[in-house]
Each structure stands twice: as structure tokens, then as C-alpha cells.
């Protein structure tokens, strides 16, 4: 704990920022570690999840940074399996995706991360023209954003000759509807 | 006219720092009705008291309001002196000019006037005071003590070494509890059942205590002091005169595979049995539910081969009832089994088992007699995790309480299992350590350092079986909540205590108290732990909230100096601040109309129905009746009544309306 | 039963033979599917990941369409699809203001918003009590049941048996004659969305999963989620890969297993379209009826 921590006034702490948007308290979190015991990718993360809550309980910027910061909220899977088994039925699941939200509004995303938010970007790409997925569009523009241009290749013809894979999007009829669905909750998304 | 007498404490300076006692004395003074008003630094000391006596004698006073602190503090004091004097105790009235005047105003005119206020409106509602006696209710000076085990034990040996009848009423074969099923208690490692066990023998020789065993308590009726109570003695299927406890019945029973009680079902015992070889009393009882002769109309083998005939298949369950004065609860607790956990396995994995069923496995007279063995394939398991906090503060499973004794006994449990298999090894997962009694700490130090049981802080996640092992995922949240994982042997875990089957059922016979999770509430959490609000009954041990040895037998010492103290007079005295219903003249006799609203309003069941009736017999009216054993002066049933019959002594509506008209006058 | 159906993204694309076993499978259980007109994208996880308001815009135009179908009960096949908008009229059912908000958002109402039911709630309730001479080829074989994470959690959203040891996957294969086993990686998660940023991490994962189930004899995985589908079948070079081992065990949907007992043709359930073929060892039929209870474990 630093001292200049204490005088540090703008901008509330995280955890108050979460609580007041997601309802989630983390005050109740007395890291047990039973969320971090049962992850399937805790042995990956640098924070696993009941180190991300002490993180936010300590309501000091610096550890507010390094949440924000981490790779965990990255790793993520939103499987659930914490907050299932949490004893103080915490939303640890809530409180990765608000961390992602703000990571990526603070651009302060982990830089062994960025693969991942770039895939979440290109489905959310994907969906916005076409109004449903359409996978050879998703990995095209994933391609374009990761330069991970050999990853899966050699799996796209065996695929294509299975039938699973449409050369041509499935356009929703009413595309006009979605647009605008997602230009009223855009204010609210990451921008690249 | 009245003759009243004021008398004005300066309290030091506490109140006359801020009130002008002169001037409130003076004033009072001139109040129609007060022939005597005076002000002097400490009323409530020895010159203090002998003014308001001498005042009482030389101005013939009738009436005496002292104006100085709260009530809490010396009502008895000045209610004392006024019956020294000759004057009856109820007519003396305190009116706080500290706590409700002094202390919470600044000096200055409002505050003194204030001060007037309040002891004119007390020598108005004194001017309708009456004379009140103490009531008294007689004291049957026998205790009932429901449970024995260690609880029980200690009060009913204590209460009926102070000279006093005890009837103990357990509802399993024999009494001992869980302590019975302990092998080590800690912090010193005591055989538990040789520490016992002594103290049972005691119990059944006693001269003062009768011990029913099988038997549980069908009803109580009645109040404090004057109690009946009903006691099922369950048929044990067996004349207990003639049987002589030589066990034969129990080694030739054909039924032998009954999971076994005692031993948390890890063993199994036959249909007629003893629980264990220490029972006290040391005589079988036939498990109706299992025996093949009830249930299928079969065998009788235990009758052919009794020495003395004393197996008795058509007994009936039998009802006796005795005179009580107070009701001890020890009923203690229990702890919830494997099944109870989901992520642990439901239950179905065989080396997955709870505290007390290691405690048998630990145990000399256990299902494997003491070796360590595990119950899935007999053997010896070379690494044993132990699951601290199994339950326990977990809002998710509705437990959110500490259960207390798990820390303890899980460091128990791994340094005996370390004491029986010397190159094995013993891990706790744990979330704290709470070894606050004496010696605890040093204990739980001693299992680390000595013993080398490995801790690690993290709760489990999940447990479950694979090759015969079982994987125990856990995480150190000391290394930044690094993962773990165990593949042990034997997992143990520490389940949480919770209240004892049918506690429920029991409260409410008892007109008890219960909280949500089934534990008898106490009076007071703080000052008064041993009592109930239900006057009469007292609680003792881990039926309260789950506790170890130590504090049990303590706080059933506390209860039974309670029970004591109760016995220690022939009639109980009690504050007279009761509701009583009116009476007058025939043909009304009372303005009760008989609805009996006050009745189901009554918290403490202290209402009755009385009959009015005429000379030859002839039922003129019902009205309410307050039973004065019972009353605590709450005023509910004031509130409630709709004819303005039912009052409470001491606040009358008059007294309290006299207060009131006189403050706005 | 008549129902309403979302059929979800896969469908259409990677898990083609989902969407259709489960249209092969549908008249055979006397079930009636009626889409939802133009349905979007339910969001899966990049939506939630990164905005709040989209991820539960996207489900609630769904839900908002399907209330417009007069349809009340909708079968989501997919475990994503169903979490989301069970999810979504879960938070909005509660929170009457955010409702109001996403209404303004889509455009379209929001009273009346439908149930959401996965495939084995579904399956459960139309598989006829007596199957009799329809059992063509019961599925004798060893499964090991993978219900993957969310058809079970979070339970408030999910509703559904139950977060640990599930066991209704089990029934139903019971039925068609298969012998699932106990196994300890039933929920245990297979990798998600991590397809294509990290398959080294489904790869990691789903070993793991994998391992139990063969090691414990089984021979066949079910599945009743695209994702997971994909995981364990599409991704297993780099199972493989992780494991330093080749695992042959193939993956059925569920609908496929039904299928096959039925006596449908695997063509028609699209058991060609996997990666890892379906080769199931030939043996006799032997069903087992009874059903499987957590206490008979041991």
C-alpha cells in the first residue's frame, strides 16, 4: 500500500464504480479461494479471481490498475463455475466483464490479451453487418486484426468440404433494425 | 388530600449542573397535594434515605417522588427506604431528571422548567397510586434436564448436588452424546469416554436423579416454580428389573447389519442393541424399524436365548408425569453429513466422510477398533486431506455462522492421524485458524510444528474419485491463490454444526425461543446466556449454538446455579407490574365481555378463561384471568382490549391519564 | 408439442449437423418447431465481454420477435444461445427501468417474454414414455455424458437438474439403450470462445476432459452444445497436441445418439460432417432401463 494512494481523490474506486453498476459487493469476498481452486485456467491467470477481488477491495488506484491490467480477466471463460460454488454467491463472472468493459474503455488491455479482445471485436463486426455469424467473415477480419494468417488454414478446406463452412453470409432481413441497435448501445462499447 | 413528599437529588453535580434544584424543589413545593419538598446533594446515599424515612414518619407522607436518576439505577434503593419507613414501596416514584433532563440539555431556564415538568406530572399519576404486594408462587424443587450428554450430565449432577431432585430425560438408548463418540478431546488429548464416562456412572447412582433413557418429553404444561411435565418412555421391548445387561441377546441376533448410530453409520449393529460397551444403562433396546420379528413377524431369538426371559415384545410405549420447577435444555446439536455437498460428491464416495465419522474411525471401540483404516477398501490411507470450514460461513448453503470447533478439532484429527500412521501425510485446507481458547493456539501450533501437518489457506472447490484415489482441488491463497491439488486417500471434512433433529418440534412445546437456525435463543446474548425469555427454562450446552467441552460443562454449571438459586427459595417472588382484569359488584363482576383478544395477544400464554359462577353452580360468565406466575407486564393485552377491562398494576390508565392531562395543564 | 426455436449461429455453419439430427429427429418425437422470424445473433460471449447494454440488446430483440410469434417457449439448442437469453429475461424481468431502456433499444416490447428451454429439457419432455419396436438400434454402447458448463449454471439463469453430476443427459441415453458412465468432467468447462485466440487452451482443456472419459471406458462423448461440439471435435489435433496422445473417441450430439437409435440413417444426421469419425464398436443390444440415481454409486 503506497502513501500516495490515500491522496489520490479524482475518480471513484473500482469497486464503487461496480457496485453502483452491477449491483456486485465485493466486500463480501473473505478469499476463501474456493472461486480460484475450482477455475479451469487459474494455473494461467496472474491474478486468479479471489486475488482479482483483494485487488478491488483494497480501493487503491494502483491495484485498481493492475486489475484492469491483468490477463485473468482476459482468460475468463465465463463458465460460471465460481460463481456457483462461491459461499458468499459473489457474480464473479459479472465483475470480469465489467472489468473487460472498463479495460478496454481505459485502453489498458494486457498486452498477451489483445488476440482475444481482437476475436471478440471481429465476431462483434460480424454480427453488426450481418446480423448473424458468418465464420469465414470472422476469421478474415480476425486475420486482418491478429496477423495470425497461417492459424486454421489448412483446416478451411476440410471444413468447406464437409459443408460446415458458407462461403456466403446469411444477411438478417432487417438490418436496418440492428444498426441501430447497435449504434444506441455504442456509446457503451470498447472502441478499437 | 393527598400528603406527598418531593425530594430533589442533586446528584453531585450531574444533575444540578444543569437543573436549578432549589428552584425545582421550591416550586414543587407549592404543588396542591405536596406537604414536603426538598433538595439535597446525594439522595440516594445513607443521610439521603433517612431524610425520605424521617420525612415519611413526621409528615405522615403517603405518597414520595424522587426527582433524580433513571430508575434502572435506584428504584430498589428508594423503594427500600420507603418500606423501612412503613410506606408501601409502590407508592414511591422516580422522576429522571438526569438521563432524561440533565444530561441531555444545556443549563439555562428551559432545562430547569423542564425539570418541574417532569416531577409534577409523577406527583399527579402518584396521587392514584394504590398499595401493591409482591406476588408469590410456590416452587416444586425438581429439575427437568432434557439430553444427556456432557451438557446435561454437569447441571443435573450440579443441581442435584445442591440438594435437589433431578429427572433426566435422553432420548437415545443411553446417555454420554457426542462426547461418547469422541476418541481424543483436545487441547489435551483426553481419552474423551474416560473422562466421561465416570461422570455417567455418577448420574445413574445418584440419589437425586432419575434417569429415563429412551424417552423423550411428550408435553409440558404450567409456568415457572409449578411445571408438569409428560415423558414418553419409548418400549426398549424389555422388562428392564429382569435384565441384567449380560448382552447375549445382542451377539446372537441374527439382524446384524443396521448401519450403526453411534458409529455414523460407518459400522452397523445388530437389531437389539447396546450403543456402545460403556452405555449407561448398560441395557439393549430392540429398534422396532429394523427387527425382523416386527417387521416381518419372524425370528425371536433374542428371547429364546435371554437368561432371565426378559425380552418383552408387546410392551408399550409408557407415559409418566411429574411435578417440575424448572426445565433445563441440553438437547445439544448435531452435523451435517457428506451428502450435503454437491461439489464434494454427493455423498457417494465411500472415503469422503465428516469429522465424526473419523472421530470413529479414530476410536478404540470404532468399526475398525481403532486402526486407521478407510471405509471404502480397509486400507490404510497414506495421505488424508482434511476440509476445514465444510459448510460452515457459507451464506450459499444457508449456513453463514462459525461452527466453532471444527479448527480445533480438524488440528485433533490430523495430529492423531499422524499419531497412528507415522509416515503419512496430512493436509488442512483452511480459511482461518480459531483456536482462541486456553491452550488452543499452542495446540494448533503443535499440530504444524511437531506433527508437521501441511496447511494450506484455500477452500476446496471440488473433490471427486478417480483410480481409487480421490482429487481434492484446493488453492493457496497465501501464493497468489495457486492451485492444488491432492490426490489423497481419505478426505475429511469438517461439516458444520447445526441444531439438533426435532429442536424445532421441542421449542415449541416448551413455548421456547428458536432463531432461524433451529438454536434455542437466550435471554440475552450477552448478560444472560443460561436463560430463556420463557421463565423457568434454561438452556445448557451446544443446543444454544455449537460450542466444545469446556464451555458447555460451564455454562451448564451456569444453569444449574440458576435452577439453584431458583429452588433456593419455597416461593418465588415476583414485581406485582402485572395486568390483572378488573373486578366489580354483581350482577357485572367485571366489564370483561369475554372476547379473550388479550388471550392470543398474550406473548407469554399468561391468560386465562375463569368461570363466574353463581352459589349453586350456574355459569353466569368466562372473562379473562391474568395468571400472575406468568405475566412479565408487557401491556400488549392493554392495547388490545376493547372494553378497557385488563390493566397493567402500577400504570393504570388512570395513573398514566393523570400524567398525561397534567403535563398539558 | 409445438414450440418456438431459435436455431443460434452454428447451425447454419460450423455445427451443421446439429441443426440437422435435430430437424431429422423433431416429427419422430412428435415435436413442431417454429423459428423465429428474422433472428439476430444472440451476442454468445464477445458481446457480454466487452458492452453490457448490447448483450442484452441482442438477446431481447429475440425474445421481443418471438413475443410478437405469440410463442411462449422457445428450445435454444445451443448452451450459449439459451444462457444468454434466459440471462437476459432474467436481469430484465427484475430490473423494470433497464427492460424500459433495451425496449427503446430494439424497438419492439418486452411484456410477454418467453421461455427459454434447452435441448435436453426439451428432449426429456417429448421422448415418449414407451419407445417399444421404435428402439431400432439401441445405442448399446459406454458414454460419457458432457454437459459442459452453461446448460447447468449459473443455476438461477439456467434452471435446469442440477450444477453438479447432472444427471438428465444420463437419463436420456439410458433410454435409447446407451450405459452412461459416472465420470468426474461433466461440467468441467471445454475452452469456450478460445477456439480461435487460444486453442492451445482448449486444447489443454479438453484433453483433460477426454482423459476421464476413456480412462473410465468410454466410447463415445455426448454433447449438447455446438461449442463444446467443436471443442472436443473440430479442435482435437490440438487435443492431441496437448495431450502428447491421440485420442480416437468420437463426439455425437445428442439428437445424433437419438438418431441413430431410431434407426435413422447417419447421413441424415450428419455424422460425416465431424472430424473425428464416428466409429462405435459393434456389440448386442442390451438396454438398461432403470434409471440412475446418485446414491447407487457404490
Known amino acids: 500500500m503506497s502513501a500516495h494512494a490515500a491522496s489520490v481523490v479524482q475518480g471513484a474506486a473500482l469497486a464503487d464504480s461496480l457496485h453502483s453498476s452491477t449491483g456486485v459487493d465485493v466486500t463480501r469476498c473473505y478469499q476463501c479461494g474456493k472461486c480460484s481452486a475450482g477455475c479451469p485456467l487459474a494455473g494461467e491467470m496472474d491474478y486468479p479471481s479471489s486475488v482479482l477481488m483483494r485487488l478491488l477491495q483494497t480501493r487503491q488506484p494502483e491495484m485498481d490498475e493492475k486489475a484492469l491490467r491483468s490477463h485473468s480477466i482476459w482468460l475468463c471463460l465465463s463458465c460460471e463455475t465460481c460463481f456457483c460454488r462461491c459461499p458468499m454467491e459473489i457474480d464473479i463472472p459479472k465483475v470480469s466483464d465489467f472489468l473487460r468493459a472498463e479495460a478496454v474503455r481505459q485502453k489498458k488491455v494486457h498486452p498477451a490479451a489483445r488476440n482475444i479482445l481482437r ?70 462499447e470498447a472502441r478499437p | 388530600m393527598s400528603r406527598i413528599g418531593v425530594f430533589v437529588c442533586h446528584c453531585g453535580e450531574n444533575i444540578s449542573a444543569t437543573v436549578d434544584c432549589g428552584r425545582v424543589a421550591e416550586v414543587c413545593g407549592k404543588i396542591p397535594g405536596v406537604v414536603h419538598s426538598i433538595d439535597y446533594k446525594y439522595m440516594c446515599s445513607d443521610p439521603g434515605q433517612s431524610m425520605i424515612r424521617e420525612a415519611i414518619r413526621e409528615k405522615r407522607l403517603d405518597g414520595v417522588v424522587v426527582a433524580s436518576c433513571s430508575p434502572r439505577m435506584h428504584e430498589p434503593t428508594f423503594r427500600r427506604a420507603c418500606e423501612e419507613a412503613g410506606l408501601n414501596p409502590y407508592l414511591c416514584e422516580m422522576a429522571n431528571l438526569r438521563e432524561h433532563c440533565s444530561w441531555v440539555h444545556e443549563k439555562g431556564e428551559a432545562t430547569t422548567e423542564k425539570a418541574i415538568d417532569l416531577v409534577r406530572i409523577l406527583v399527579e399519576k402518584v396521587k392514584h397510586n394504590h398499595p401493591l404486594f409482591p406476588i408469590k408462587v410456590p416452587v416444586t424443587k425438581t429439575a427437568l434436564v432434557l439430553g444427556g450428554g456432557i451438557a446435561g450430565i454437569q447441571s443435573a449432577l450440579d443441581i442435584a448436588n445442591a440438594g435437589h431432585k433431578v429427572i433426566m430425560v435422553e432420548r437415545e438408548p443411553s446417555i454420554g452424546g457426542h462426547m461418547s463418540q469422541l476418541s481424543e478431546t483436545f487441547p489435551t488429548l483426553d481419552c474423551s469416554q474416560c473422562i466421561l464416562t465416570p461422570r455417567m456412572v455418577e448420574v445413574a447412582q445418584h440419589p437425586n436423579i432419575t434417569l429415563y433413557t429412551y424417552a423423550e418429553l411428550e408435553s409440558l404444561d404450567g409456568f415457572i416454580g409449578n411445571f408438569k411435565a409428560r415423558i414418553r418412555k419409548k418400549s426398549r421391548s424389555l422388562d428392564e428389573k429382569l435384565c441384567t445387561g449380560c448382552g447375549l441377546c445382542t451377539t446372537k441376533c441374527p439382524n446384524k447389519r443396521i448401519p450403526s448410530e453411534f458409529n455414523a453409520r460407518l459400522g452397523q449393529r445388530t437389531a437389539i442393541y447396546v450403543p456402545f460397551p460403556q452405555a449407561v444403562p448398560n441395557k439393549p433396546v430392540i429398534d422396532r424399524t429394523h427387527c425382523t420379528y416386527y ?11 435371554c437368561p432371565t426371559q426378559a425380552i418383552r415384545f408387546d410392551q408399550a410405549d409408557e407415559i409418566v408425569e411429574h411435578e417440575i420447577g424448572a426445565v433445563v435444555v441440553a438437547t445439544g446439536f448435531n452435523v451435517k453429513e457428506s451428502d450435503f455437498f454437491p461439489e464434494y460428491g454427493y455423498g457417494r464416495y465411500k472415503d469422503v ?39 460452515s460461513r457459507d451464506k450459499a448453503k444457508g449456513i453463514e455462522y462459525c461452527s466453532k470447533i471444527c479448527c480445533m478439532y480438524t488440528a485433533k484429527h ?9 509416515h503419512g501425510e496430512a493436509y488442512v485446507f483452511y480459511m482461518d485458524i480459531r483456536a482462541a481458547g486456553k491452550m488452543y493456539d499452542e495446540f494448533t501450533r503443535r499440530a504444524i510444528e511437531e506433527d508437521h501437518v501441511h496447511y494450506i489457506r484455500g477452500r476446496v472447490s471440488r473433490i471427486y474419485e478417480r483410480n481409487g484415489k480421490l482429487i481434492v482441488q484446493g488453492a493457496d491463497t497465501l501464493l497468489n491463490a495457486m492451485p492444488v491439488e491432492i490426490e489423497a486417500d481419505l478426505v475429511v471434512l469438517a461439516t458444520a454444526g447445526v441444531a439438533n433433529e426435532g429442536a424445532e418440534a421441542l421449542a415449541q412445546k416448551l413455548h421456547v425461543s428458536y432463531d432461524a437456525h433451529k438454536f434455542f435463543v437466550e435471554a440475552h ?18 443446543c444454544q449454538a455449537p460450542k466444545d467441552i469446556p464451555e458447555s460443562v460451564g455454562q451448564a454449571s451456569g444453569t444449574a446455579a440458576k435452577v439453584a438459586a431458583l429452588f433456593s427459595k419455597d416461593e418465588l417472588t415476583r414485581e406485582p407490574l402485572i395486568a390483572m382484569v378488573n373486578r366489580c359488584a354483581p350482577p357485572l363482576y367485571s366489564t370483561c365481555v369475554g372476547c379473550f383478544l388479550c388471550q392470543s395477544a398474550c406473548p407469554y400464554q399468561a391468560i386465562e378463561r375463569e368461570e363466574i359462577r353463581d352459589r349453586s353452580g350456574k355459569l353466569i360468565k368466562t372473562v379473562a384471568r391474568v395468571n400472575p406466575g406468568l405475566c412479565q407486564g408487557c401491556g400488549t393485552c392493554v392495547a388490545f382490549c376493547r372494553s378497557k377491562s385488563i390493566d397493567i398494576q402500577g400504570y393504570t390508565h388512570e395513573q398514566v391519564y393523570a400524567e398525561v392531562m397534567e403535563l398539558f395543564a | 408439442m409445438k414450440m418456438g426455436y431459435f436455431p443460434g449461429c452454428s447451425m447454419g455453419g460450423s455445427s451443421r449437423e446439429y441443426g440437422e439430427s435435430l430437424l431429422a429427429i423433431a416429427p419422430e418425437l412428435d415435436l413442431q418447431l417454429e423459428e423465429i422470424h428474422d433472428w439476430n445473433c444472440c451476442g454468445a460471449s464477445a458481446a457480454h465481454n466487452l458492452n453490457k447494454k448490447l448483450s442484452l440488446a441482442l438477446p431481447a430483440r429475440n425474445l421481443g420477435l418471438a413475443g410478437q410469434q405469440q410463442l411462449e417457449e422457445l428450445l435454444v439448442p445451443c448452451a450459449a444461445c439459451f444462457s444468454r437469453l434466459a440471462g437476459a429475461r432474467h436481469e430484465l424481468h427484475q430490473d423494470e427501468a433497464l427492460r424500459h431502456e433495451i425496449e427503446g433499444v430494439i424497438e419492439l416490447p418486452l411484456e410477454q417474454m418467453p421461455r427459454s428451454l434447452n435441448i435436453l429439457d426439451v428432449l426429456q419432455k417429448v421422448f415418449p414414455q414407451e419407445l417399444n419396436g421404435r428402439l431400432r438400434h439401441p445405442f448399446a454402447h459406454k458414454v460419457a455424458c458432457y454437459y459442459g458448463c452453461l446448460l447447468v449454471r449459473p443455476p438461477a439463469i439456467a434452471q435446469f437438474d442440477r450444477p453438479e453430476d447432472p444427471q438428465v443427459m444420463d437419463q436420456i441415453m439410458q433410454r435409447i439403450g446407451a450405459e452412461p458412465i459416472d465420470w468426474a468432467f461433466k461440467t468441467e468447462c471445454c475452452g469456450a470462445g478460445m477456439s480461435i485466440p487460444r486453442t492451445d487452451l482448449v486444447g489443454a482443456l479438453c484433453a483433460k476432459i477426454l482423459e476421464d472419459a476413456v480412462s473410465r471406458g468410454a466410447e463415445a462423448i455426448i454433447v449438447a452444445c455446438p461449442m463444446c461440439h467443436s471443442n472436443l471435435d473440430m479442435r482435437r489435433s490440438a487435443i492431441n497436441k496437448a495431450a502428447g496422445k491421440t485420442y480416437d473417441i468420437p463426439v455425437l450430439y445428442i439428437t445424433q445418439a437419438i438418431g441413430l437409435a431410431l434407426g435413422l440413417p447417419p447421413k441424415k444426421l450428419g455424422l460425416h460432417r465431424h472430424i473425428v469419425p464416428v466409429r462405435l464398436p459393434e456389440r448386442a443390444a442390451t438396454p438398461v432401463l432403470e434409471p440412475v440415481s446418485a446414491q447407487e454409486e457404490s
Request: net charge positive.
Open chain 2, 295 to 305: 417387521t416381518k413377524g419372524k425370528c425371536r431369538v433374542c428371547e429364546k436365548v
Open chain 1, 119 to 188: 476475436f471478440h471485436k471481429s465476431f462483434l463486426d460480424v454480427i453488426h453487418y450481418a446480423g448473424r455469424l458468418y465464420e469465414v467473415g470472422l476469421i478474415a477480419d480476425y486475420k486482418s486484426r491478429s496477423w495470425n494468417l497461417i492459424q486454421d488454414v489448412a483446416m478451411a478446406p476440410v471444413l468447406f468440404f464437409k459443408g460446415k463452412l458458407k462461403p456466403f453470409p446469411h444477411l438478417v432481413k432487417n438490418r436496418r433494425a440492428l444498426h441501430k441497435l447497435f449504434k444506441k448501445t455504442q456509446n457503451e
Open chain 2, 414 to 422: 490430523a495430529m492423531l492421524y499422524k499419531h497412528k500412521v507415522h
Open chain 2, 353 to 391: 466422510i465428516s469429522g465424526l465419522q473419523f472421530e470413529r474411525l479414530l476410536s478404540a471401540s470404532g468399526p475398525t477398533l481403532g486402526e486407521m483404516k478407510r471405509p471404502s477398501d480397509g486400507k490404510t490411507p497414506e495421505k488424508v486431506v482434511f476440509v476445514a470450514c465444510a459448510g
Open chain 2, 525 to 542: 446474548p450477552k448478560l444472560r446466556p443460561v436463560e430463556t425469555n420463557t421463565a423457568g427454562v434454561f438452556l445448557a450446552g451446544a
